[in-house]
């Protein structure tokens, strides 16, 4: 399935308009951003009993909240911090509705954050990842560093990717 193809069971053309994938940047604090949070609390805090804090969700002020969409469905989410003077740029709460995983959609929403990483500077995307995703991420050109360490209660992994440079400007 190419990533630009709507999912497979919609065959009307309607249907096949209200679930192509679109991407989309939510306002902090706004309803498409509290939608957000409330998909990244379902699918990366409550299975582990934990929850956002106040303070947690304030520090999210100056992130950009990326959004993938099918129709009315909020199908995942990642977020952007701006790059640190050295150019490295750090993507957190990647999360796809685990009704949608193995759709490509992650992959999707991963290459739009890189691009959306370049455009406001950012020369290397890095993360923490969750031990159990470290393969989604490898596939994708993510190389692990260092050691294991515990973040939210889990085994993670430094990995990092260098961006490739966008187009020239004319
Ligand atoms: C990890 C996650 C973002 C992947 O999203 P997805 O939409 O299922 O990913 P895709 O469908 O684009 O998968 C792309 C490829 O990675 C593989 N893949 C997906 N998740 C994987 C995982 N956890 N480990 C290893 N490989 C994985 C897929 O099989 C696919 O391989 P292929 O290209 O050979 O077919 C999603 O499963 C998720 O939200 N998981 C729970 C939360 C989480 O762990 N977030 C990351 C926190 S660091």
Same mark, same amino acid.
């Given at each position: 399935?190419?990533? !630009? ?12 308009? +209200?679930?192509?994938? %679109?991407?989309?940047? @939510? ?9 957000? %949070? ?7 805090? +409550? ?5 956002? #804090?106040? !303070? ?7 992130? &950009?909240?990326? +959004? ?5 469905? $909020? +199908?995942?989410?990642?977020?952007? &911090? ?8 750090? &993507? ?7 009704? $949608? ?11 739009? !954050?890189?691009?959306? $990483?370049?455009?406001?500077? =950012?020369?290397? =995307?890095? $993360? #923490?990842?969750? @031990?159990? =995703?470290?393969?989604?991420? =490898? ?8 050691? #294991?360490?515990? @973040?939210?209660?889990?085994?993670? /992994?430094?990995? /990092? ?6 187009? #020239?400007? !004319?």
């Amino acid at each position: 399935m190419s990533l !630009a193809d709507p999912v497979p069971d919609a065959d009307q053309p309607a249907a096949r308009s +209200a679930t192509t994938p %679109v991407l989309t940047t @939510e306002r902090f604090g706004g309803s498409g951003w509290r939608e957000m %949070v409330a998909l990244r609390h379902r699918v990366l805090r +409550a299975p582990l009993g934990l929850s956002f #804090s106040d !303070a947690d969700l304030a520090a999210e002020a100056g992130q &950009l909240h990326l +959004a993938l969409r099918l129709g009315d469905t $909020l +199908a995942g989410t990642v977020l952007l &911090l701006p790059p640190d003077s050295d150019g490295s740029a750090k &993507l957190r709460q990647m999360a796809i509705d685990p009704a $949608l995983t193995g759709r490509g959609f992650g992959t999707l929403l991963l290459r739009h !954050a890189e691009a959306e $990483l370049r455009r406001i500077g =950012a020369i290397e =995307a890095r $993360l #923490s990842a969750r @031990e159990t =995703a470290t393969g989604f991420y =490898a596939r994708l050109g993510y190389v692990s560093e260092g050691p #294991s360490f515990i @973040e939210v209660t889990l085994p993670h /992994r430094l990995m /990092r990717r260098r961006l490739d440079p966008g187009p #020239s400007p !004319a």
